[in-house]
Nanobody, 122 residues
Framework: QVQLVESGGGLVQAGGSLRLSCAAS????????MGWFRQAPGSEREFVAA????????YYADFVKGRFTISGENAKNTVYLQMNSLKPEETAVYYC???????????????WGQGTQVTVSS
């Protein structure tokens, strides 16, 4: 199975920035798409952004467009999520996940990282 190692979470002031990283142990058919989700306490896990390795296409949730950027580094099987202008309501555990086809729902992703905590203070 694909193993995912996440890093970059932490505490940031509202309006600040963080850069999350997710390194995959391998890139296979099952990990063609790498995405980021987030989950706040008591809330559903929601889609944030994704990137497709085979095409380079990127996808974003409407609420992060213009503020977040997802990118990939092929040689390292690593995906980054640059988060700018962070808002307190975006405090959540951010998860990296991979799947063969991608999508905006959790069931489209087969393997998940451990999550990294992002806390945005007001």
């Amino acid at each position: 199975q694909v193993q995912l190692v996440e890093s970059g979470g932490g505490l940031v002031q509202a309006g600040g920035s963080l850069r999350l990283s997710c390194a995959a142990s391998e890139r296979t058919f099952s990990s063609n798409v790498m995405g980021w989700f987030r989950q706040a306490p008591g809330s559903e896990r929601e889609f944030v952004a994704a990137i497709t390795w085979s095409t380079g296409n990127t996808y974003y949730a409407d609420f992060v467009k213009g503020r977040f950027t997802i990118s990939g580094e092929n040689a390292k099987n690593t995906v980054y999520l640059q988060m700018n202008s962070l808002k307190p309501e975006e405090t959540a555990v951010y998860y990296c996940a991979v799947g063969p086809f991608g999508g905006t729902t959790t069931n489209k992703y087969y393997y998940w990282g451990q999550g990294t905590q992002v806390t945005v203070s007001s």
